[in-house]
């Protein structure tokens, strides 16, 4: 499984590799351009990711105009629906217009931050990323 970490905190992205480097070969973003840089990449490529830890609040470009970007490339690449790649937001924002925001953009997941592992393999279970067993 291939998984792309977007995080500009350095604390957080090596917390949320260190989660899932047992699952996934873990690529890394910092800001919502190079998120789309390497995405655009990667289905070019025709290897695409399978799990998108996006967090919201970052420089240049927030989690929420990167997903938006995320999923019009994926319809210019004619991915539709449950074949795009499954967006988890890994973010300090637990208010209602984020959250809503992020599920009507198209992500799969919503964490807020501190992200915990057991959380984290929960939802990855939950959209068929890891077996049940592997989660426990």
Same mark, same amino acid.
């Given at each position: 499984?291939?998984c792309?970490?977007?995080?500009?905190?350095?604390?957080?992205?090596?917390?949320?590799?260190?989660?899932?480097?047992?699952?996934?070969?873990?690529? !890394?973003?910092?800001?919502?351009?190079?998120?789309?840089?390497?995405?655009?990449?990667?289905?070019?490529?025709?290897?695409?990711?399978?799990?998108?830890?996006?967090d919201i609040?970052?420089?240049?470009?927030?989690?929420?105009?990167?997903?938006?970007?995320?999923?019009? !490339?994926?319809?210019?690449?004619g991915?539709?629906?449950?074949?795009?790649?499954?967006?988890i937001?890994?973010?300090?924002l637990?208010?209602?217009?984020?959250?809503?925001?992020?599920?009507?953009?198209?992500?799969?997941?919503? !964490?807020?931050?501190?992200v915990?592992?057991?959380?984290l393999?929960?939802?990855?279970?939950?959209l068929?990323?890891?077996?049940?067993?592997?989660?426990?």
């Amino acid at each position: 499984m291939k998984c792309l970490i977007v995080e500009d905190d350095f604390a957080a992205r090596r917390l949320l590799q260190r989660y899932l480097s047992s699952h996934c070969d873990c690529d !890394i973003a910092v800001d919502g351009n190079e998120a789309i840089e390497a995405f655009r990449q990667a289905t070019d490529e025709k290897e695409p990711y399978d799990l998108i830890c996006l967090d919201i609040m970052m420089p240049n470009m927030n989690g929420h105009e990167a997903l938006k970007a995320i999923r019009q !490339i994926e319809s210019e690449h004619g991915i539709n629906g449950l074949d795009g790649v499954k967006v988890i937001m890994t973010t300090a924002l637990g208010d209602p217009k984020n959250i809503m925001g992020a599920f009507r953009e198209g992500c799969e997941a919503y !964490i807020v931050k501190p992200v915990e592992k057991d959380k984290l393999l929960e939802e990855m279970e939950k959209l068929g990323l890891v077996e049940p067993e592997v989660s426990k």
